[in-house]
């Protein structure tokens, strides 16, 4: 059956109970030519997502997504088009896992089997919204997932202390950042009491890099979000990130150190301005895509340890970019 579900639920409850059977199965051996004329005999709901695939004694095969079922050619065979690296979860598992998989996968619809494999049904993200057939324009489809995230953080019911003993170790990377950052600077004591002009650009160069490598670390959450399936896409993320740095930083390094040469008439202050901004974008840039994988890896939450990791790390980068380009130019 079918329901929608408050925010108040038990997650505990099995996924059984909120199942339902699809109104469309294919079998492998069908052409696609058959089963888009099976459709046309059959009475189609409006939230039809994915069609399973089951062979003669039910057990599930693989899905067929709508869109591969009618751009493939008539004769194809519907178990040489569909997807046999599929998710499924165990009719055991508790509405809270099946939950958990929904929003890691964003998947629309979860299929059900038992021990032997057999098909026994589906669960769908309408249990959260009852927008389903209006789910077909991508913020709504956002909207669902952030709903999920609400049910399944509740479902947790995770206690102010073990929330506590989760964030803070990450926490602790900014303090130490903090710390060496005040460190790298009162190496530079002479250096900033000569050039008062380093000491007031500071702030705006340490934000720049904070802020691409949040950037380049929100791309880089997103793409692991669709699952181990998807490394591949974080390689593609690192060279398209690293170019895109280097004209962010290019261009940032050029407003910044443009600006502080009209205001201040400093040209070689200017310029260890500029260029420090332009090094530390980018390495913040690459940190943000690096770190979450790095924390992925070791089986880590990359939501909770990578944004406090990547800060620190981009903060002390740009610094030692920041004094030892000017101690250079500066002599």
Not at 135 to 148: C, G, P
Not at 193 to 216: D, K, Y
Not at 261 to 281: D, E, N, P, V
Not at 290 to 312: E, H, M, N, Q
Request: contains cysteine.
């Amino acid at each position: 059956m079918n329901q929608s579900i408050g925010i108040t639920m038990d997650l505990s409850q099995p996924v059984l109970s909120f199942a339902r059977l699809p109104s469309i199965t294919f079998q492998h051996s069908q052409t696609v030519g058959e089963a888009i004329a099976s459709l046309k005999t059959r009475e189609l709901g409006d939230d039809i997502l994915y069609f399973y695939v089951i062979d003669s004694s039910g057990r599930l095969l693989g899905v067929v997504p709508v869109r591969r079922l009618l751009l493939s050619r008539s004769d194809s065979r519907i178990g040489e088009i569909m997807i046999h690296d599929l998710v499924s979860i165990p009719c055991t598992a508790t509405l809270l896992e099946a939950s958990e998989v929904l929003l890691e996968k964003r998947l629309l619809a979860l299929p059900i089997i038992d021990a032997s494999g057999m098909f026994q049904g589906i669960i769908d993200i309408s249990i959260f919204s009852d927008e389903m057939p209006n789910l077909v324009r991508k913020h709504e489809v956002d909207s669902a997932f952030q709903m999920i995230g609400v049910h399944v953080n509740l479902g947790r019911n995770v206690s102010p202390l073990r929330s506590f003993k989760d964030r803070f170790p990450w926490l602790l990377s900014n303090i130490t950042g903090g710390m060496i950052c005040a460190i790298i600077a009162g190496m530079y004591e002479s250096l900033i009491g000569f050039v008062t002009l380093l000491a007031l650009f500071i702030p705006v160069v340490l934000a720049l890099s904070e802020s691409v490598s949040m950037q380049s670390m929100t791309l880089t959450l997103q793409t692991l979000a669709h699952g181990p399936r998807q490394w591949s896409l974080l390689f593609g993320a690192i060279r398209r990130e690293f170019l895109t740095a280097i004209l962010l930083g290019f261009a940032s390094g050029l407003s910044v150190g443009l600006i502080s040469f009209i205001w201040k008439r400093q040209a070689l202050a200017s310029a260890a301005i500029g260029t420090s901004i332009a090094l530390a974008m980018v390495t913040a840039c690459i940190l943000g895509v690096l770190i979450p994988g790095a924390v992925k890896a070791f089986r880590r939450d990359p939501g909770i340890a990578s944004g406090p990791i990547v800060l620190a790390l981009a903060d002390i980068a740009t610094l030692i970019f920041f004094f030892n380009l000017a101690g250079w130019l500066l002599g």
